[in-house]
């Protein structure tokens, strides 16, 4: 069964704690993405991986790391130091990072802060 | 500024009718322009991309235009279903790997 994986759907944490959120792909793609939703609001980008052992900052990096040790997984570290992490969080991956390349997106992890 | 702005934010239609969902951009340079649906809690699933010289895209009942000159595109759902409700989001390619999001219109269809 090809696709994406993000785990856990739900996650809670108490402020000040980071947070790790998972994606696994096994399509075989070169790139990665991680993107933060908000309610009326369009996809942001966190961070991107075009290869392995290299990622870039997207639009809204603050706060946020990556790591790219595997070409199946892209994980997301939410620090205390973002300051709304509460929020729906997407991964998605494509073939490679061109234009016209198709991403194709996990199912979504919902991150609660209190 | 590089935006994409879809238009209305939602809509209700009684199942089996048609609607028409709009997005205007001001991004550039443009690449492409991709509609995903979007349902509540899921990922985005992409329905069409259409590059610059393409005006007209089907994917089954849904069928994307594209307005390179005025910017605009539309996505047609004909003969919607119960299964049409949720997210169409908009997104435009703006080169050097870039997306811009739309908000999405919120679609319900009842029965």
């Known amino acids: 069964d090809g696709g994406i994986t993000q785990s856990p759907k739900y996650l809670f944490r108490k402020e000040g704690q980071n947070v790790t959120l998972s994606c696994e792909q096994n399509l075989n793609h070169d790139a990665m993405y991680w993107y933060r939703q908000d309610p009326g609001q369009g996809l942001r980008l966190i961070y991107y991986?075009?290869?392995?052992?290299?990622?870039q900052k997207g639009d809204i990096a603050e706060g946020y790391s990556v790591s790219r040790e595997k070409k199946e997984s892209f994980p997301l570290t939410v620090t205390s130091a973002q300051k709304n992490p509460t929020a729906f969080y997407l991964c998605?991956?494509?073939?490679?990072?061109?234009?016209?390349?198709?991403?194709?997106f996990g199912p979504g992890t919902r991150l609660t802060v209190t | 500024k590089n935006q994409v702005e879809q238009s209305p934010q939602s809509l209700i239609i009684l199942e089996g009718k048609n609607c028409t969902l709009q997005?205007?951009?001001?991004?550039?340079?443009?690449?492409?322009l991709r509609w995903y649906k979007q349902d509540t809690g899921r990922g985005p699933v992409s329905l069409t991309i259409?590059?610059?010289?393409?005006n007209t895209k089907s994917n089954g009942r849904y069928t994307a235009t594209l307005d390179a000159d005025t910017k605009q595109s539309s996505l047609h759902i004909t003969a919607s279903q119960l299964s049409d409700s949720a997210s169409y989001i908009c997104v435009v390619s703006g080169g050097y790997n870039k997306l811009i999001f739309g908000a999405g219109t919120r679609l319900a269809v009842h029965p």
């Open positions: 259409m590059t610059f010289s393409e």
């Open positions: 997005c205007n951009y001001t991004v550039s340079p443009f690449s492409n």
């Open positions: 991986s075009q290869i392995v052992n290299d990622f």
């Open positions: 998605a991956s494509s073939l490679s990072s061109g234009d016209y390349y198709e991403q194709y």
